[in-house]
C-alpha cells in the first residue's frame, strides 16, 4: 500500500504494510471528526504502517521531460522562438535561458541540440557578453566558442546560441531575432 501526502512544495510517499489499529479514542470520534484529524482523509484514521519507508520528493527533482546533470534540469524546446520570446517561456517555467558555468555542462548541451538559444547575450555593450544573471561569458570556464565566432555578422548577433553542426561546434552569436529552439535550466535545491 501506498500513502500520499502534500504540504506545501513536498510530496511524501509513505510505502509499507498497513493495518488495522484499535485505539480507543479513535472509537469515541465521529466520522466527521476523524475528518478533520485527518486532512479530510478518513479511511487513513485507523492505519498504521510497518514497516516504515518513506520516499520524498521535493525540489531537488526535475519536473518530466527535463533532463538532469549534476543540480540542475534542462528543458530543450521543440517549438522555435527568437530569443526574448524563448526567454520569456523559460521565465514562465520558473527558469531561464541556461548559463553554461563548465565544459562539462557545454558538452552535456552539445548532445542536446545541433542549435538552440542560451542564456548570453552582448545586447549591453558590443563585444562583451554576459550571462543572463549579469556574469561575464569566459573561456576560462573551460567553455568554447565555434570557429570564428562571435563574429557579430552583419552588424547584428547580439544573442547566444549553442551549435553542433558539423565541425561548427561551440558557442556562436546569432541574430536575436531568428527562430530557434532553446534550452531553459533550472537548478535545484
Ligand atoms: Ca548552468
Ligand atoms: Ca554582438
Ligand atoms: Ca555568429
Redesign the pocket.
Known amino acids: 500500500m501506498a500513502v500520499l501526502h502534500t504540504a506545501g512544495n513536498e510530496v511524501t510517499l509513505e510505502v509499507g504494510v498497513y493495518e488495522e489499529l484499535s485505539f480507543p479514542e479513535a472509537q469515541e470520534d465521529t466520522v466527521a471528526q476523524r475528518a478533520s484529524k485527518t486532512g479530510g482523509v478518513v479511511s487513513l484514521v485507523n492505519i498504521t504502517k510497518e514497516p516504515n519507508k518513506t520516499v520524498v520528493a521535493n525540489n531537488s527533482t526535475c519536473f518530466l521531460n527535463w533532463r538532469r546533470l549534476g543540480s540542475s534540469c534542462y528543458f530543450v524546446s521543440s517549438e522555435r522562438r527568437n530569443w526574448d520570446r524563448s526567454r520569456q517561456d523559460c521565465q514562465e517555467r520558473g527558469a531561464d535561458l541556461v548559463i553554461i558555468n563548465t565544459r562539462e555542462e557545454q558538452d552535456f548541451l552539445h548532445n542536446l541540440t545541433q542549435a538552440a538559444w542560451i542564456g548570453m547575450t552582448?545586447r549591453e555593450v558590443?563585444?562583451r557578453w554576459r550571462w543572463v544573471d549579469g556574469t561575464p561569458v569566459t573561456t576560462a570556464d573551460g567553455l568554447f566558442w565555434a570557429p570564428g565566432q562571435?563574429d557579430?555578422s552583419s552588424g547584428?548577433?547580439?544573442c547566444g546560441d549553442i551549435r553542433t553542426q558539423d565541425r561548427f561546434v561551440g558557442l556562436n552569436?546569432a541574430n536575436c531575432s531568428v527562430y530557434e529552439a532553446w534550452i531553459c535550466e533550472r537548478t535545484t535545491g
Open positions: 552582448d558590443e563585444g562571435p557579430d547584428g548577433e547580439d552569436d
